[in-house]
């Protein structure tokens, strides 16, 4: 059974499809039940879909269709834009709007006239019995698709689809094995998965490129230490070592230690003068 609930919007299940655009549906089956809440004249709800607006070819609905509060919708919406071509619809199910159970079932319970008027035709009402039959199941492959799959007996005499091309001895000694499918959805996992791997490949390149930048300042700082300890290793040259003469003094630059010593011996000879003098001075 599907159930749609909504307290203050719309409500679009279908057996199949709850709202389709732009879309095809082609030999489906659906059997069961829709119960839709929602307020009067927002349930749209459908044996095979709900909202049409693309495609629906060769479909069969053995489906009881309950919307709480009234709607016309009982059966399915059909868009200006929607085609439905070979619908089949059990004769006893229950389509019930509100309160109200029809007496006749619809193959469609709305079709679309605005603008553009949308397409149904080939609809036919059956009884379950006649859904079993050999006949129909025969009909259902003639309306098919060569490229699409067999009907073929199934769980309670239904016609289910095959996975054998139409026509074919496979398809024709293909067993049923009727499963429930499971859905697996792991889109926002992935989407998870490669973002973390994104980023940590960003935070990766974030690192090497932090690494190459360190060694660079490492590789300046060790140019930069050779350079200081080159220039005090010329500094240490040109100081003079104890125990060795010292470089003579060039007169022109005076570059060495002999302009004091030449001083000093200018102020003795000055001293001397200076003696002489006073000496000659007394004996006068």
């Known amino acids: ?89 059990s004769a006893e199910a229950k389509q019930q709007s509100g309160n109200q159970v029809a007496e006749t079932n619809k193959a469609v319970g709305t079709n679309v006239t605005m603008f553009s008027t949308g397409v149904i035709k080939n609809t036919e009402e059956k009884t379950r019995a006649e859904m079993k039959t050999t006949e129909f199941l025969n009909a259902l492959n003639e309306n098919a698709s060569e490229h699409t799959e067999a009907f073929k007996e199934a769980v309670d005499g239904y016609p289910l689809n095959v996975l054998a091309p139409i026509g074919t001895d496979q398809a024709a000694q293909q067993p049923v094995n009727v499963q429930t499918p499971t859905v697996k959805s792991d889109n926002r996992k992935t989407y998870t998965k490669v973002q973390a791997s994104v980023e940590g490949e960003e935070q990766q390149e974030e690192a090497v490129s932090e690494e190459e930048t360190l060694q660079q300042e490492e590789t300046v700082t060790v140019e930069e230490t050779t350079e200081e300890i080159s220039t005090q290793e010329k500094e240490t040259e040109e100081v003079t070592i104890p ?20 001083i000093v011996v200018l102020l003795a000879l000055a001293g001397i003068a200076v003696y002489l003098y006073v000496a000659k001075k007394r004996k006068a």
Do not use: H
Not at 243 to 262: H, M
């Open 1 to 89: 059974m599907i159930e749609g609930t909504s307290t203050s919007n719309y409500v679009d299940a279908g057996g199949i499809v709850g709202m389709g655009g732009f879309s095809a549906l082609l030999n489906n089956y659906a059997k069961g039940s829709i119960v839709a809440t929602a307020g009067v004249n927002s349930a749209t709800i459908g044996g095979i879909i709900g909202m049409n607006g693309g495609t629906s070819v060769n479909n069969f609905a053995d489906v009881d269709l309950y919307a709480v509060r009234s709607t016309g919708d009982i059966g399915g919406r059909n868009t200006g834009i929607g085609i439905i071509d070979g619908a089949y619809y």
């Open 243 to 262: 125990g060795e003469e010292a470089p003579k003094a060039d007169s022109v630059t005076g570059n060495t230690s002999v302009l004091p010593i030449a």
